[in-house]
Nanobody
Framework: QVQLVESGGGLVQAGGSLRLSCLAS????????MGWFRQAPGKEREFVAG????????NYADSVKGRFTISRDNAKNTGNLQMNSLKPEDTAVYYC?????????????????WGQGTQVTVSS
């Protein structure tokens, strides 16, 4: 079992930045690909960014490309999402997730573990 806990969410003005972290416990995260997802009120949960277990491959949703950066530190069992140039439409609950698949996937059902989420609110 892997437990994931997100942190770093909050309220920020448009154009600002936040850095989300995802701390894993229970098992090493180094064998799992990781993904960040978000869910806005009344909308489905959507893929934001993904990174393979080694960090060698990264993928972003078009809506965040060039503004968000995903990374991981396997030695610290953590994943991070640096979010810059935030927009009001980025407002959502952000979740990190881990999958035993070797590759990045945007399919929610293929993720084995999920965090509880952290709220990000961007004011205009």
């Amino acid at each position: 079992q892997v437990q994931l806990v997100e942190s770093g969410g909050g309220l920020v003005q448009a154009g600002g930045s936040l850095r989300l972290s995802c701390l894993a416990s229970g098992r090493t995260l180094s064998t799992y690909a990781m993904g960040w997802f978000r869910q806005a009120p009344g909308k489905e949960r959507e893929f934001v960014a993904g990174i393979t277990s080694s960090g060698g491959n990264i993928n972003y949703a078009d809506s965040v490309k060039g503004r968000f950066t995903i990374s991981r530190d396997n030695a610290k069992n953590t994943g991070n999402l640096q979010m810059n140039s935030l927009k009001p439409e980025d407002t959502a609950v952000y979740y990190c997730a881990a999958t035993s698949l070797g590759s990045i996937t945007r399919s929610l059902r293929l993720y084995d573990y999920w965090g509880q989420g952290t709220q990000v609110t961007v004011s205009s």
